[in-house]
């Protein structure tokens, strides 16, 4: 049998005990590494080939039917262009990379136990949570400038010098930025909610892919009310800077002989911004909330 | 400071079951405490109330007199603690999951770099400091855990069976970390399963059983408790033996307290005489060529005690 010297720890370069930074630092810091683990795993790979592969049927599409009226009419101008293609394709890129960055980021502690890595530090649960939330944000930033650069290059080559960068597209930049804080807040809220990633993934892929579409339909068509409280009619907004007129806020069709009244509503700017803004403040403290009192068992 | 670690009428229930029943456990001053109990005695629910990884129903655990479930940042800040087998994020390396878990105590970071050397060598890592943790064995990665949990040379040490997952090699290696770590102002409370682990590296051990604490003393205060003193010898023989025999030929050498049945064919003997008695056991028994197949000291005080305290509560 073999016996070992036990080891004694170098006493002198033994550092004293630091400061522990605050909560908030800590949440950055956090997030610094947490962000290079995501930029370094398949899921990041998997994001970027989703908005790639959109940004390549977006190509293809005009470059194939450019000759087309309707093609024609969308890069006429630089609103009619960023209009369709941005506002259209940006909410699917903020979905799916909500979804991917967001949808195991709290549940995934609990299931792969990287939670009890972090939860034996002198660190509040809201510096974890905000730490996470903050690297998943930038994570999606990244697709989503990945996605703005493949229209920026399509609008350059498409549209006139002076129509490439509009204004307009910086509005609704913004305004896609604070959609991307709602979503990944709702993300955030059912991922604090599961202990199972895959639970958590499911239910938020669902109801951000189809589910909220379907209630806000079935809402607004056979109960008639204004589906103010699903996120997904807020994102609507996203492509009003490039209107020079705003939809009605409720429009009421009837059918023939007066029958099959169906009625649509468009949220109003403000509506749709303080929606986002509602969705992003009430999920994050909920989410939080949820993340404070679930046990590692 | 005196590092010290306090439950004060801990309770932890999950719907019926109530894993830990008022645990009240004072540990404190520059030691190993060893945390011993079977499967579901409530060991690992305690050092995760010590963590703030569950929250207790009642009662409050105490890390340097500061209330973890209070403030468990402060209380936290000067400990270091493996529960489980902990995951590191996958994608990061032994150097990068250090250097977080550094940064985010506070340490500065030439202090991180250089206790990151200590550590990663102690635990025979520095070979993989710059690979992906995702591509680690379940022993590597422990590794790296045992490595995070003394980044900070912390002065009290939370280990919950910290050679799990571990090869032979391993298991000895942790040990001797284990045992490397205790030096002045530094307590360790570790829980196992493992009675030759918790012997060989600590000074105090305290028994928990149906979430109830059974007792708490030093080692030697154990083996004293049990033994008196006297040492215990198992005896095999081939075929059955008498009582008379026993009597006969063990219980009457001077130095023998006792003789006890195990089964037909096994006894166990009490010797207070020291090893001459031993000797003479021995020289008789096979002298009087009784098929005597094996005489060996049995189990541990500790095991003894361990299993006589565990028994009381089935």
Redesign the interface.
Known sequence: MTT????????E???T?????GTLD?AF??SR??L??YL??RRFVLMMAIVAAIGAILSFILSYYHGSATVQGLTSSSNAFYGSFWAGGVTVVIIFSGIIFGGDAIAGEFQ??????L??????RASVYVGKFLAAFAASLVAVLFYLAILLANGAYYLSASQAFPAALGASFLIALLYLLALLGAVFLFSSMFKNSLYAVLVVAVLFLFGFSLIQGLISDLVKIEPWFIITYAENVISYPFLSTLPAHVTTTTGPGGRFATTTYNPTYPEGLAIMAGYFLLTAIAGLYFFERE??? | MTPSIEAVGLTKRFGSFTALDRLNLKVDGAKCVGFLGPNGAGKTTTLKMFTDLIFPNEGEAFINGVSVQKDRKRALAPCGDLIESPEIYPSLTPREALEMSGALRGMRPDEIRSRTKVVLEEVKMSDWVDQKVGRFSKGMKQRVNVAASLLSDPEVVILDEPSTGLDPRGMAEVRNIVRGLKKENRLIFMSSHILSEVVDVCDEVALIDHGKLLFYDTLSNVAKRLTRNATSVELAFLGPISDETLSAQVASVPGVSGVSRVDAQRARVMITGGAETQAQVLERLAAARLGLVSFEPSQSALEELYLQEISKGD
Request: proline content about 10%; aromatic content about 10%.
């Open positions: 070992v010297a036990p080891v004694v720890l170098d006493s370069i033994a550092p005990l630091g400061h522990v930074p800590q810091l956090l590494y947490q290079r683990d370094r795993a792969n136990k990287t939670g009890y890595f939860m034996g530090l002198p660190i509040r046990e590692f068992t």
